[in-house]
Every structure is written in C-alpha cells, then in structure tokens.
C-alpha cells in the first residue's frame, strides 16, 4: 500500500519523507489555507522534496475553466497530480488532461457509480471518502470494498485512492481490501506505532535495564 500525506505542511512531510514513509502528497484548497502559504510556492517546494505524485486541486466548477487552472498547476512540477472534483464538469476535465498525459484525481467521491465514471474518464486515482461517508451513518470502508470489486471485475487501472482517513483502524481495514494508496494527516500515520502494551513493555525493560547497573557503550 502506498502512503500518501494530506498536508501542505512541509516540515511535517519532510519529517515522514526522511523516513521513507512518503509516497505522494495530497493537497486540498483547506489545506492550502491552514498551510497560510501561497499554493504554486508550497505546490513547487513539496514536488522538490517528494518524487510521488503531488496532487493540486482547482478551484473553479466549470469544465474549460478547471481545463485552464490544472494546465497551469501542471507546469509547476512534472509529478503534479491535478485535483478535480466528481462532477460532471470535473470528468470532463479529467478526460482532457488524461489524454493530454497528465495524472489525474479525482476527489469527493461518495458511491461506486461515481467511480466507475472515473475510470472511464482516464482517472490515474478516484478519492473515495471513507471518514465523511461514517459522519452520516454509512461505512466508508464498504465504499472501498465496493470499488475495489468493480475496478477488479472489469480491469479498470484507476487507483484507489482511500482519502478522508481519520483512524489507525480505517488505514487497517482499506489495506485489507486492497485499497491501491490512502491519504491521511501526519498525526495519523504517526499513531499507527502506538500501542499501550508497546508502551508498557518499553517501561518494564527500562526499569529493568536500570537495575541491571549497566551501560552500553561506555
């Protein structure tokens, strides 16, 4: 499974970067604005540091207008991954950059039928979003599933990108079915090393360890 960050923090993807945990990086018109930077200078500095895929999203809801603004974020990096949304102007864009070679996101999707639409239009990644999808009382891990089934069924090379991830358990549970790639906040890949048993364990070797009276290496 691949690891994609959804952040436009750049000290926080440099963090996970170093350690090989990065994948790609997603960013979103909210993410820009609680990263308080200008989009194409974040956009440039985050696709110097990752070698993935950087999705950049527009922010127009026309198709010729959405055609003009992700041409544009494509000229900032050749690894841009350009965002639209799941409407019916946004596949029509997405169909004229796939053809035109560009990778393609296809963001705020909430059923199956949205994604096949997608993978017909020459999505390169369909973004289901799993945790919006729990805010309103369905499963959004079942989404993945139904996706996945689909994609399997009739060879659609559309990734699954699994976005809105809130949870250790939702990164878990889209691995199990096979999710392609998931997006998720820095806070949350770094939880998945936690554990209680991990940290109790760790104090009983310390306190151990400290009585042994010993040091290692000098």
């Known amino acids: 499974m691949k690891f994609f960050v959804d952040t ?39 696709c110097e540091m ?11 809801d026309k198709a010729e207008d959405m055609i003009r603004e992700g041409r544009h974020l494509a000229q900032i990096a050749p690894n841009i991954a350009i965002k639209v949304p799941l409407t019916w102007d946004g596949l029509k864009a997405c169909r004229t950059f796939a053809d035109e070679g560009h990778m393609v996101n296809v963001t705020l999707c909430f ?15 369909i973004s289901p979003f799993v945790g919006r999808l729990d805010d309103i009382g369905l499963d959004g891990v079942d989404l993945i599933a139904d996706i996945r089934e689909i994609y ?14 809130r949870s250790v358990n939702h990164i878990v549970e ?9 997006t998720a ?9 936690k554990h209680v048993l991990t940290d109790k364990g760790l104090e009983q070797f310390t306190a151990d360890w400290a009585k042994t009276g010993q040091k290692i290496g000098g």
């Open 8 to 46: 436009a923090d750049v000290d926080a993807i440099r963090e996970l970067n170093d350690l090989g945990m990065v994948d790609g990086v997603t960013t979103n018109p909210s993410l820009i604005l609680k990263a308080g930077r200008n989009i194409e200078e974040v956009t440039r500095e985050i």
């Open 50 to 60: 990752v070698s993935g895929p950087v999705s950049a999203e527009v922010v127009a």
């Open 111 to 125: 059923t199956a039928a949205q994604a096949i639409l997608a993978a017909k239009a020459g999505a390169t990644f």
């Open 152 to 165: 399997d069924n009739y060879g659609y090379e559309t990734q699954i990108l699994a976005a809105s991830i």
């Open 174 to 182: 889209v691995g199990k079915i096979g999710a392609d790639v998931i």
């Open 185 to 193: 906040p820095p806070s949350v890949i770094k939880s998945m090393a």
